[in-house]
């Protein structure tokens, strides 16, 4: 069975190389939307693939991060990325060129992450991450499984070569949950109230 969760955020970005001229020369934004798709083959005790309220902690401060957000590739002009950070408190830099196909392949493996590092509690263990979908815009968006997430053929994304902005790390709940998801610590899913 799959169930889908639903986000929405406003980020801004340039996607180099791509065929558009207004796309890869120019700061644009988007009212992005992603969903999440999670499947389980049972149901855990409230007969349920994943609680939503389960969603609210980490899996929903990695998808703010990017919310009001300028979203860079590493592989830019070190004076345009150094310009971007001094002048906007919230910034995610990415190793990878900030398409939309990129947004969904990294979501998968973030919230991949915090998934197999969580310890469940209610009798969800084999819940899994199917796919994520990015709305870039009303009539397009992209798709990625894992799969896709893991494809090196796509760009290699390592986890431990995002960086987000200090102001991006200071309104999560933990501040420190990206350094300690690198780590490898275990979470054990938060009381759903």
């Not at 990017?66 to 990325?81: E, G, K």
């Not at 896709?148 to 431990?160: Q, T």
Request: charge should be negative.
């Amino acid at each position: 069975m799959i169930i889908r969760k639903l986000y929405k955020f406003e980020n801004a970005h340039i996607v180099r190389g791509c065929t558009s001229r207004r796309c890869s020369r120019s700061i644009h934004g988007h009212s992005y939307k992603v969903e999440l798709l999670f499947t389980a083959p049972s149901l855990d005790r409230g007969q349920m693939v994943y609680d939503f309220g389960l969603t609210k902690g980490m899996i929903k401060d990695f998808i703010d991060a990017f919310d009001h957000a300028i979203t860079l590739w590493s592989d830019d002009d070190p004076n345009y990325l150094a310009d971007m950070k001094k002048w906007s408190e919230r910034w995610v830099e990415l190793p990878v060129n900030p398409s939309a196909e990129q947004f969904a392949r990294t979501f998968f493996l973030l919230i991949d992450r915090v998934l197999e590092q969580t310890d469940m509690m209610n009798g969800e263990s084999d819940v899994t991450l199917d796919s994520v979908i990015v709305h870039e815009t009303e009539t397009g968006y992209a798709q990625a499984d894992r799969n896709d997430a893991y494809n090196r053929d796509m760009g290699a994304i390592k986890l431990d070569k995002i960086i987000f902005s200090e102001q991006v790390k200071a309104e999560w709940h933990n501040p420190k949950m990206f350094e300690e998801l690198l780590e490898g610590k275990r979470f054990v899913n938060p009381s759903v109230v």
